[in-house]
């Protein structure tokens, strides 16, 4: 049963998640929560696509945006909770804001392609370096399961890369030209032995294990940072790697979504990360006067904060621009001022001058 209330920019939907009782009640508790709240989601989504949006390929669309958007259905209250048979039920109010999904939707659909995102996260257990980065395979898929495009490079070039990020934190445009990445999540992952062990783990041979997770996201191609957070997990298991892995898993259970919404961001021209440099390319140009003069409109342009020069010749050129919105908008834009634009990938758009 779905209970609706309709609101002007929100809406309010009653509905029931369940999930199996594997490790503790509490983590049941928020996997039937997370449930309920895919499923909130899922419905208020399903009412705007049908209501406003002619989709071919609605399925696709429905299945991607529901796996991202899962910090857009905001917990209400709980109705009630109950476990029966190692099954954790939950019913619970969300409070799912349309406008965003519907401006999900709308960037979804009017892009040409997704962000191409290389996750970089070099991984210690217990002082040693682990080159199968637990925290690195679990991130990946689970923006994978969202829906985004993640690069897999072979075992060794991981290897290189994350001794490269840890060297230098600014290999995002090296890694960008190599991969064709346009976004990294990178930083560092530590799963350490805890000092105190309760009796009652050390009864059982249980080790307990702390993990510290950096997490940031990196625009490849400008070298922004549009997320940067630091969580820790506990775990618990009869051996080091076990501990270790749990306490990984927890902590990127914490960030997947925070991540996801993010990306989604830059990808929509929305929240903290929308302002950011857009790479223009433009041919077609009869001269350097008339590039001048429709640089100097471009500068005067209210919309823009900075506009750059960056090259000039025959073939073509190249002009930065800091923007505070999608790629979309800002071609739509250029399209304003004597240009006919002819390709949008990540932050590079490609035109022609029409005079």
């Known amino acids: 049963m779905v209970v609706l209330h309709i609101q002007a920019a929100e809406q309010q939907v009653t509905t029931?998640?369940?999930?199996a009782i594997q490790t503790t009640l509490q983590a049941a508790r928020?996997?039937?929560?997370?449930?309920?709240?895919?499923?909130?989601?899922?419905?208020?989504?399903?009412?705007?696509?049908?209501?406003?949006?002619?989709?071919?390929?609605?399925?696709?669309?429905?299945?991607?945006?529901?796996?991202?958007?899962?910090?857009?259905?905001?917990?209400?209250s709980v109705q009630a909770e109950s476990q029966k048979d190692g099954i954790y039920t939950v019913r619970a109010t969300f409070a799912v804001s349309k406008e965003p999904l519907a401006q999900?939707?709308?960037?979804?659909?009017?892009?040409?392609?997704?962000?191409?995102?290389?996750?970089?996260?070099?991984?210690?257990?217990?002082?040693?370096?682990?080159?199968?980065?637990?925290?690195?395979?679990?991130?990946?898929?689970?923006?994978?399961?969202?829906g985004f495009r993640v690069l897999d490079p072979s075992q060794t070039e991981r290897l290189t890369l994350r001794e490269q990020a840890l060297a230098d934190p600014k290999v995002a445009r090296d890694v960008a030209s190599r991969f064709g990445a346009d976004l990294i999540v990178t930083g560092t992952a530590v799963a350490e032995p805890n000092a105190v062990v309760p009796?009652?783990?050390?009864?059982?041979?249980?080790?307990?294990?702390?993990?510290?997770?950096?997490?940031?996201?990196?625009?490849?191609?400008?070298?922004?940072q549009l997320f940067n957070q630091v969580l820790t997990g506990a775990g618990t298991g009869a051996s080091p790697h076990a501990a270790g892995q749990m306490?990984?898993?927890?902590?990127?259970?914490?960030?997947?979504?925070?991540?996801?919404?993010?990306?989604?961001?830059?990808?929509?021209?929305?929240?903290?990360?929308?302002?950011?440099?857009f790479t223009v390319r433009v041919s077609g140009f009869p001269s350097y006067r008339a590039y001048s003069a429709w640089l100097q409109g471009a500068r005067t342009a209210p919309q823009f904060s900075?506009?750059?020069?960056?090259?000039?010749?025959?073939?073509?050129?190249?002009?930065?621009?800091?923007?505070?919105?999608?790629?979309d908008a800002l071609a739509d834009l250029l399209e304003g001022m004597q240009l006919t634009v002819t390709g949008v990938t990540g932050t590079e758009i490609r035109a022609t001058y029409r005079p």
């Open 16 to 19: 029931q998640g369940q999930a």
């Open 30 to 76: 928020t996997a039937a929560i997370a449930e309920a709240q895919r499923a909130a989601t899922d419905l208020v989504l399903g009412a705007i696509v049908t209501a406003e949006t002619q989709v071919a390929n609605y399925e696709l669309v429905r299945d991607t945006i529901v796996r991202r958007s899962g910090g857009l259905a905001r917990l209400v």
């Open 104 to 146: 999900q939707i709308r960037a979804l659909l009017d892009r040409t392609g997704d962000p191409r995102v290389l996750v970089l996260l070099p991984e210690t257990l217990a002082g040693q370096p682990n080159n199968s980065s637990t925290a690195e395979a679990l991130l990946s898929t689970a923006l994978q399961e969202r």
């Open 199 to 224: 009796e009652a783990l050390k009864s059982a041979g249980l080790l307990s294990y702390t993990a510290k997770l950096n997490v940031k996201v990196v625009d490849a191609i400008t070298g922004q």
């Open 247 to 277: 306490a990984l898993q927890r902590a990127v259970g914490q960030v997947e979504t925070p991540v996801a919404s993010r990306i989604i961001d830059w990808l929509a021209g929305t929240g903290p990360a929308a302002r950011r440099t």
């Open 306 to 327: 900075t506009v750059s020069s960056r090259t000039f010749d025959a073939a073509g050129t190249e002009v930065q621009i800091e923007f505070g919105g999608s790629a």
